[in-house]
């Protein structure tokens, strides 16, 4: 298996980089709004013991008595809670510079890549991604449960993920276009580089490139991304922040 790696990435929008980079935060999402409806989203294994109907039998009101028909609604309202409201995930990629992340994430090469340094203390909580052709069960005690939520199947193995999660409950919260985003923020020195796509505008270029200077972020390395002429590569190319 492959070390941990000096940087994780974020491909984002420019408008998504512009408010990371100047406020310097690091966004976390609730997993009900993936793009992969399967992800942080385990089966459940509703076949429970008598041992376990006990447990559960003595944690309620005298005379209580379960079963699975009332057991089931219980553990799906759980697990969408978790999905929608209780937890938030940021995600990261060890990849640089790969073309289907620009093209999935980075607003179809016109975003932006940052860098993030991956041995800084505050990532130090960025667990890799598992991927796997069974999907992941959990029973009513969701034992292992954390290590569950971090396998994904095996169609998005490509992404190499690393991520992190937050309670929402202990994120600030920032609307845009009427939508709740959980924020935390991040020392500046976590913050490593700065890649624009090859599609990336010109003025958005100039414009974040210029506030650096402004953001305590000057000693980010700043790239650019070009076509290679002669093959399917992309090409970064060092940009000068005075």
Known sequence: MKGRPLRLYRYVDS?????????????????????????TNPALDL?????????????GPPGTTLNLRSIEPAMRKNRR??????MGVACFSSKANDPLLWAHYGDRHRGVMIGFDATHSELSGAKRVSYSHKRPFVDIDAQ???QKL????????????????AWLSKCDIKMISNTPVYIQLLDRTCFASITFGCKAEESVVVAVSNGLKHWNLKHCET????????????????????
Request: net charge negative; glycine share 2%.
């Open 150 to 165: 971090l396998i994904k199947s095996r169609v998005w193995k490509m992404e190499d993920e690393w991520r992190m999660s």
């Open 47 to 59: 076949v429970l013991n008598d041992q376990q109907l006990r447990a559960l039998a003595a944690e």
């Open 144 to 146: 292992g449960v954390s």
């Open 223 to 242: 790239w650019r991304v070009r076509l290679s002429e002669t093959t399917y590569d992309l090409i970064p190319e060092r940009i000068a922040i005075t």
């Open 15 to 39: 408008a998504t980089a512009w408010e990371c980079l100047k406020e310097g935060t690091l966004a976390f999402t609730p997993p009900a709004r993936f793009n992969d409806p399967f992800d």
């Open 81 to 86: 809670e978790f999905m929608e409201t209780l």
